[in-house]
């Protein structure tokens, strides 16, 4: 079974003052940033034949019974073009552009906001491809006509992107923290991205994320020497990077964000009373701390101290007087 582009509506809009349709730059960026994170260009080539060379654009998905509605809005962006094939065995449908004129326009729409890496690929696919289409005699099918681009500022575009990449490799969730004395484990809240890159050499992709989001988070090795990650943690973390991108965050995303947030509301925050710390011990004295004064335990800093000392692989200090020792 396939899903054909001609039952899917092209993402562009007809208003009352301009009858003729207008395509939104914004949504190709996003389409854009979608692409960086899981499209490919490749130059299929067959066994039978070695100098022939089909141009393929596909973007993949990993979706239940109903096709992934990411990828549907990407075909829109694409005024309808390209098919979605079946769901595979690993449960996910790819968006394929297999057509020389609508896999060349496709590119075309997203090459103005596409990343580095992406480019490239698609640069050394064109060209094993155009050798072929040379020889060949020409196309037969039209490429459809494009209607006018609705431009948008740069820091929309940016915005828009980082929306389309989130979509396609971002995560909304909690992150298991520390231990905490009489309670359950601390969770925090994160969004994250992952990316393969070059060894030493954070992915590009990354760090235009990063920019587009006002700079927070930090990108960091995770897993094998050449992957990657960005990630911002906290609550204000979580609301800043909703505030730029909501306007084009997918519908799962931002459902998986608020279902994030709502779990890390709900857990139980551990504090002591007004003469008490969390560890029952009673308040040592009263000092300022932060700009503003504060509750201080000498035992619990004690604890901390030990810690510490011992992370750093220093042996702990011997007691003469056994009652001083805290270790609760």
């Not at 790819?94 to 090459?111: N, T």
Request: aromatic share 8%.
């Amino acid at each position: 079974m396939f899903y054909h582009g001609s039952r899917v509506a092209p993402a562009w809009r007809c208003d009352m003052a301009t009858p003729d349709p207008v395509l939104d730059s914004a949504e190709l960026a996003w389409a854009a940033g979608f692409f960086d994170g899981e499209g490919s260009t490749i130059a299929r080539t067959y066994a039978p034949r070695r100098d022939h060379f089909q141009l393929n654009v596909t973007v993949p998905q990993a979706g239940d019974r109903e096709v992934p509605t990411a990828l549907l809005r990407f075909q829109r962006a694409m005024l309808g073009m390209g098919h979605i094939t079946r769901r595979t065995a690993d449960g996910v449908y790819v968006l394929r552009f297999s057509a020389r004129e609508e896999a060349s326009l496709v590119l075309e729409l997203l090459w103005p906001s596409l990343g580095q890496i992406k480019r490239a690929q698609a640069t050394r696919s064109i060209a094993l491809a155009d050798g072929w289409t040379a020889r060949r005699r020409p196309p037969r099918k039209l490429r459809p006509s494009v209607p006018p681009l609705a431009q948008r500022s740069a820091v929309e575009i940016e915005r828009a992107w980082a929306a389309g990449f989130l979509d396609a490799e971002g995560c909304f969730g909690l992150n298991r923290g520390k231990a905490r004395v009489r309670g359950p484990v601390w969770y925090r809240i994160r969004v994250s991205a992952d990316q393969h890159g070059v060894v030493g050499e954070a992915p590009e992709v990354l760090v235009r994320l990063q920019a587009a989001l006002g700079g927070i988070g930090r990108i960091h090795r995770h897993g094998a020497p050449d992957d990657y990650k960005w990630s911002a943690e906290g609550r204000a973390a979580i609301e800043h990077v909703l505030a730029l991108t909501g306007q084009w965050l997918g519908d799962e995303k931002r459902a998986q964000a608020a279902h994030s947030v709502e779990k890390f509301d709900a857990q139980t925050r551990l504090k002591g009373d007004a003469t008490h710390c969390v560890r029952g011990h009673p308040y040592t004295r009263v000092a300022l701390r932060g700009g503003r004064l504060r509750r201080i335990c000498n035992p619990c800093e004690r604890l901390t101290d030990r810690a510490r000392r011992a992370a750093l692989g220093i042996a702990p200090r011997q007691f003469t007087n056994r009652a001083r020792r805290y270790t609760a």
